[in-house]
């Protein structure tokens, strides 16, 4: 099973990590992992090319399995604002229509702090 677990403060998203493999198909053709693969590669890549002046935190494990993205100490207000949305539209595109499809191999969970 995959894991989705966000982490914010109050509004503010701080973190996410991505763990396990959904084993919903073969490798290589497993629909699932896929679709959880795209939007957290997805998130990683466009907050590393839209923040202009910090860059996120980010560490995976080179067989897969594992991602963590993890906000910086201090943010400009555009690149809170860029963080902000991407991380908004990657929880709620994961735990809105992702979970409810595929439950049995994926969880989001949302943590505050």
């Not at 099973?1 to 701080?14: E, P, V």
Request: negative net charge; contains cysteine; hydrophobic residues 40%.
């Amino acid at each position: 099973m995959i894991i989705a677990d966000f982490k914010k403060h109050g509004d503010d998203w701080l973190s996410l990590d991505v763990t396990g493999h959904a084993l919903a198909g073969e490798y290589g053709h497993d629909i699932v992992c896929s679709a959880v693969s795209v939007l957290a590669i997805g998130l990683a890549n466009n907050l590393e090319r839209m923040m202009t002046e910090a860059k996120p935190l980010i560490d995976s494990a080179s067989d897969g399995g594992y991602l963590h993205i993890e906000r910086p100490e201090s943010l400009s207000q555009s690149d809170q604002q860029t963080w902000q949305w991407l991380f908004e539209s990657t929880y709620s595109i994961m735990v809105y229509d992702l979970e409810p499809a595929y439950g049995e191999y994926v969880e989001v969970h949302c943590h505050q702090q």
